[in-house]
Nanobody, 121 residues
């Protein structure tokens, strides 16, 4: 089993920045990729971006490309999400997800509990 724990959420003003972190623990050897999602009230969960842990390839959703960036602190099994130029529509619960080699590309085996990000206007 893999456990994922998000941190770093909070309240920020429009135009501000925030860094979220996802700490992975447990049988992290099973992790092939880590991703960030978000879900706003009344909306479907939205993919933001992911990193393949072997090779370090990163992919972003077009909706956040250029404003959000993903990085990894491999020494601490942590995946960060740096968010800039935040807008009220970025308000959501942000989730970290992990996928194993045995799961499909867009399927994830493990999920964190999420961290709330609120952007005030």
């Amino acid at each position: 089993q893999v456990q994922l724990l998000e941190s770093g959420g909070g309240l920020v003003q429009t135009g501000g920045s925030l860094r979220l972190s996802c700490a992975a623990s447990g049988r992290t050897v099973n992790l092939l990729r880590l991703a960030w999602f978000r879900q706003a009230p009344g909306k479907e969960r939205e993919f933001l971006g992911m990193m393949f842990l072997v090779g370090g390839i990163i992919e972003y959703s077009q909706s956040v490309k250029g404003r959000f960036s993903i990085s990894r602190d491999s020494g601490y099994n942590t995946l960060d999400l740096d968010m800039n130029s935040l807008r009220p529509e970025d308000t959501a619960v942000y989730y970290c997800a992990g996928g194993s080699a045995g799961s499909a590309r867009d399927a994830y085996d493990w999920w964190g509990r999420g961290t709330q990000v609120t952007v005030s206007s």
